[in-house]
T-cell receptor, first 110, second 114 residues
Framework: AQRVTQPEKLLSVFKGAPVELKCNYS??????LFWYVQYSRQRLQLLLR??SRESIKGFTADLNKGETSFHLKKPFAQEEDSAMYYC????????????FGGGTRLMVKP | DAGVTQSPTHLIKTRGQQVTLRCSPK?????VSWYQQALGQGPQFIFQ???????QRGNFPDRFSGHQFPNYSSELNVNALLLGDSALYLC?????????????FGPGTRLTVL
């Protein structure tokens, strides 16, 4: 079985502060991990994926297989980063089926 | 390209009724997945359609069924509605190129069961 856990429902930081949204997963094989974001009144959209190893909007995420984590980080939060963030897993033998965490709401205060 | 589209936007039904939700995938996509998102939770996978066949299914009862048409659009049907079926139903499509594996989501259909 595959499971994704996001321990924080809400994360509130001030503009310019570092941000880390936590994601832990449970899967016996080699998973593909994603971060999806949903801005206010917009649809769910892909932010980044671990195989791309790229930074999107200043966000990065590193897959740590030893700790089974895929935390999302940004050194300096901006107000426009305020949104719902979902970590998702696609098991390598599960076709293209995503298992989502419960989501973390990030609020960046001015 | 309007991306993934879903209809209707909102729907109100009563317990025991049946409902059909519709989805048109993004241009060039051949795979459609459906997710249920209850209030305050992450999306939960219902099933996935490819080449007009159900390819994968999550942990949902048989009351949830679907269909994919030759033009790749899809329907989600829910029979004998329960109060607990109230949720946002999301459709996602995937590109024919399986290497990239990204799913593109629609805006969702908000179903309320009274």
């Amino acid at each position: 079985a595959q499971r994704v856990t996001q321990p924080e429902k809400l994360l509130s930081v001030f503009k310019g502060a570092p941000v880390e949204l936590k994601c832990n997963y449970s899967y016996s094989g080699s998973p593909e991990l994603f971060w999806y974001v949903q801005y206010s009144r917009q649809r769910l959209q892909l932010l980044l994926r671990h195989i791309s190893r790229e930074s999107i909007k200043g966000f990065t995420a590193d897959l740590n297989k030893g700790e089974t984590s895929f935390h999302l980080k940004k050194p300096f939060a901006q107000e426009e980063d305020s949104a719902m963030y979902y970590c998702a897993l696609n098991g390598n033998n599960a076709g293209n089926m995503l298992t989502f965490g419960g989501g973390t709401r990030l609020m960046v205060k001015p | 390209d309007a991306g993934v589209t879903q209809s209707p936007t909102h729907l109100i039904k009563t317990r025991g009724q049946q409902v059909t939700l519709r989805c048109s995938p993004k241009s060039g996509h051949d795979t459609v997945s459906w997710y249920q998102q209850a209030l305050g939770q992450g999306p939960q996978f219902i099933f996935q359609y490819y080449e007009e066949e159900e390819r994968q299914r999550g942990n949902f009862p048989d009351r949830f069924s679907g269909h994919q048409f030759p033009n790749y659009s899809s329907e989600l049907n829910v029979n004998a509605l329960l109060l607990g079926d109230s949720a946002l139903y999301l459709c996602a499509s995937s590109p024919a190129d399986r290497i990239h594996n990204e799913q593109f989501f629609g805006p969702g259909t908000r179903l309320t069961v009274l």
